[in-house]
């Protein structure tokens, strides 16, 4: 009781320094940034007179204030500031104060709000109204905004009014099926995923095969090649468990000239992929740049050392992209890592170092029989940070099998399809079978795969 007087007593006496005051900007701002909790009956008129500040770091303050009061003595004065106060924040700060008072008359001056120019200011809006989710009047109005123009706006609407039923799994979050354990399929990615059900892999990474770069990879056309892409990708977004993540490293290639009378074209396939992958649904995470040694890639730079001249410079590429998506879902990543046991979660835990920027320095890796593989460490980085251990692990373009032999390495299981014979036949060299091995590496042709399916 009488820490509440006192706490009474101090901020009304700092209502009335703060009107003492109101030309210090300086000790204004201070003041109102430190106000803290205050008591139910604080006289909040002491703020209106900042309501209308030159600075809007003032009037954002004294609306959070107010807004902590939720006393609709105030309304008017909050619903001025929404509708015409040229800072986006204040009025968001005066719609979320509003929102917090939730009374009933509130709801015509919120859904003026979702007209306004801001979407945030929208957004804010809309999560005041929620408050009342469940009455006719407002959930018919609510619900069609799902043809809003904006996506932050739309999306809140999905999942609020038309999320998907609660879906019915076959199998457990954490788990995958025997079936596809350490198993590598030579064969074609696109015909053998199409044997896999929907939501069987936990985490895809993969390095698709360059653009008409190396001699495992000749398509008819550019456009061939991204639809190609598409596909694959596609498939690997069905059979991805919700929620999870698909790890992609490509880069711009050059595809060399014809002869000296023309010029060598450069392909930003990242760039062009991405598009595919956010219409299908793929939800952008981040973009992690590997970059690796100047003295390990190829030198474009060589010729502008000679001559100097400006439009002539080719810098040498040092990086190359490792583009982040998550299949899209409604669900929030705790989500998927509840699914988790304690045990699990505990021994998946990154120890040690790990990076902390999204530029990742580390060496390329040449070997005598592919020409395009992955470093373990670039695998093991992304199997740490994005998977789970005992989930699978899938590579489409499982070239020398890197990502197998890693995942294995981690703990993780892998299933990997290779197209080419030669490779397929090296993936065999390289993972081997270890003692304690409960699901031991199966090589198997399309055809065998299919076998074991039936
Ligand atoms: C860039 S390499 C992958 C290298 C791999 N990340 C590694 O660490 O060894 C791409 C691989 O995809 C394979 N490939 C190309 N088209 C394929 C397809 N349609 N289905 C399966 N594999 C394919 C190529 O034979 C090549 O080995």
Redesign the pocket.
């Known amino acids: 009781m009488r820490a509440n007087e006192n706490m009474r007593t101090k901020t009304q006496n700092i209502g009335e320094q703060l009107l003492k005051n109101r030309t210090n900007s300086a000790y204004v701002l201070n003041t109102l940034e430190n106000l803290g909790r205050l008591p139910r009956d604080f006289d909040g008129r002491c703020l209106l007179e900042f309501l209308d500040n030159e600075s809007s770091t003032i009037r954002f303050l004294a609306v959070k204030n107010l807004g902590k009061l939720r006393n609709d003595a105030f309304l008017v004065f909050l619903t001025r500031i929404a509708q015409n106060d040229p800072d986006t924040n204040v009025r968001r700060e005066a719609v979320s104060a509003i929102g917090r008072m939730r009374k009933p008359d509130t709801k015509e001056i919120l859904f003026a709000k979702i007209k306004d120019k801001d979407p945030k200011v929208v957004c804010q809006a809309i999560r005041g109204l929620l408050i009342f989710k469940g009455e006719a009047g407002i959930d018919a109005k609510l619900s069609s905004l799902i043809d809003h123009e904006n996506e932050m706006v739309r999306q809140v609407i999905r999942k609020e009014y038309f999320a998907e039923k609660r879906k019915i799994y076959t199998q457990p979050h954490p788990e995958s099926y025997d079936y596809l354990k350490n198993v590598v399929v030579n064969g074609?990615?696109?015909e053998t995923m199409k044997f896999l059900q929907d939501e069987s892999v936990h985490l895809t990474f993969?390095?698709?095969?360059?653009y008409n770069a190396r001699d495992?990879?000749i398509y008819p056309s550019y456009k061939a090649y991204l639809e190609f892409l598409r596909d694959v990708f596609q498939e690997v977004y069905r059979i991805t468990k919700e929620g999870r993540f698909l790890l992609l490293n490509t880069s711009p290639v050059i595809v060399p000239r014809v002869s000296r009378a023309h010029s060598s074209k450069r392909y930003p396939i990242p760039f062009d992929i991405h598009h595919y992958l956010m219409e299908m649904g793929w939800e952008f995470i981040d973009d992690i740049v590997w970059e690796k040694p100047e003295a390990s890639v190829k030198n474009r730079i060589g010729g502008f050392m000679q001559h100097r001249k400006p439009l002539g410079y080719k810098p040498n590429p040092v990086t190359e992209y490792v583009m982040v998506y998550r299949k899209a879902t409604e669900k929030l990543l705790d989500w998927n890592i509840r699914s988790y046991d304690n045990k699990t979660v505990e021994a998946s835990k990154v120890s040690g170092r790990y990076e902390t920027t999204n530029v990742w320095k580390i060496d390329p890796c040449f070997d005598k029989i592919?020409s395009?593989?992955?470093p373990v460490e670039l695998c093991k980085r992304v199997i740490q940070y994005y998977s789970y251990k005992g989930d699978l692990v899938f590579?489409?373009?499982?070239?020398?099998?890197?990502?197998g032999k890693t995942a294995k390495m981690l703990d993780r299981y892998f299933f990997l399809?290779?197209?080419?014979k030669k490779?397929f036949s090296y993936i065999k060299e390289k993972i081997t079978m270890d003692l304690d091995d409960q699901f031991p590496p199966r090589f198997l042709s399309l055809n065998e795969f299919k076998e074991v399916l039936e």
């Open positions: 074609d990615t696109i993969t390095s698709p095969p360059y495992y990879s592919h395009a593989i992955f590579d489409p373009f499982g070239g020398s099998g890197t990502v399809t290779e197209k080419d490779y």
